[in-house]
């Protein structure tokens, strides 16, 4: 029987460019997408006593400890919000924010051995961590709820009430989440590269909080210095939260347009660096 010559070739080359971001092949492995939120969901509480709950008695008691040493003691201004309630609300718009940096600021240390041994595109890790900090976020909103409703309708508390642009809160998540997915694969990228950012990026992410107007609105800044700290683009989504669950915030169109398109850049910048670094960092751990 006379073989026959085939009339192509396979030709398997390396990606080595920077645009390499192939979105149906993400799609493809959802079914790994979802394991990976799954696993995320169980092992961040697994064997513990609380487990879920502890998602609520956190950032109650920061809450907690917040009112009584910053409403309390040191009697800062909560923009004429009930303390309790200016806190949580704070807290809301910057932990998603937080849990999703650090997730993702040091992915490909942390999965150097998953990642060693089967391909996968590596964008599903640290969208797996985006998906699963979203469960987390939804019942913090449900506490928050709960608190605004206690406040509103059985201590009758005046002038509290959830602004219309309330209905815009899912596109202020999807930024947040945009944001933290950027700058977690650019600290990705260079943890990989420089090990002591690992050591580095808690400490980052604390300080900026104190960054933040999570404790002290930014209304009571100094006018003529208010837009420094305007232009951390986290304060235009905190104080964003606060106007639309709350009714009062300070959220200057400017500012708020110039931390989309901060948000925007960076994650282009981290998607192609961590594209980037990807590539060839299994060959070097």
Known sequence: MQNETADFEITLRPNTGWMQLDLKEIWSYRDLLFLLVWRDFVAKYKQTVLGPLWFIVQPLMMSVVFT???????????????????????????????????????????????????????????LSSLIS???????????????????????????????????????????????????????????AKYRDLVHLSPLLIQLWMYATPVIIPLSEFPEKWRWVVALNPMTSIVESFRLMLLGAGT????????SVIFTLVVLVIGVLLFGKVEKTFVDTV
């Not at 800062?76 to 940096?101: E, H, I, R, V």
């Not at 947040?176 to 600290?187: Q, V």
């Not at 959220?251 to 110039?258: A, D, M, S």
């Open 68 to 126: 009584v040493i910053f409403g309390n003691v040191a009697k800062l201004s909560t923009d004429g919000l009930p303390k309790m309630l200016f806190y949580l609300c704070g807290q809301l718009g910057w932990t998603y924010f937080a849990q999703n940096f650090n997730s993702n600021s040091a992915t490909l240390v942390n999965n150097a051995g998953l990642f060693s041994k089967v391909y996968f595109p590596r964008l599903v890790v640290p």
């Open 133 to 191: 900090n979203l469960f987390t976020f939804c019942i913090q909103a449900a506490t928050f709820l709960a608190f605004f409703a206690y406040y509103k309708y059985f201590l009758h508390t005046e002038g509290l009430r959830m602004d219309w642009r309330a209905v815009f809160l899912p596109l202020l998540v999807l930024q947040s989440a945009a944001l933290s997915l950027g700058l977690g694969l650019l600290m990705s990228a260079l943890t």
């Open 251 to 258: 959220v200057e169109p400017l500012y708020l347009g110039l």
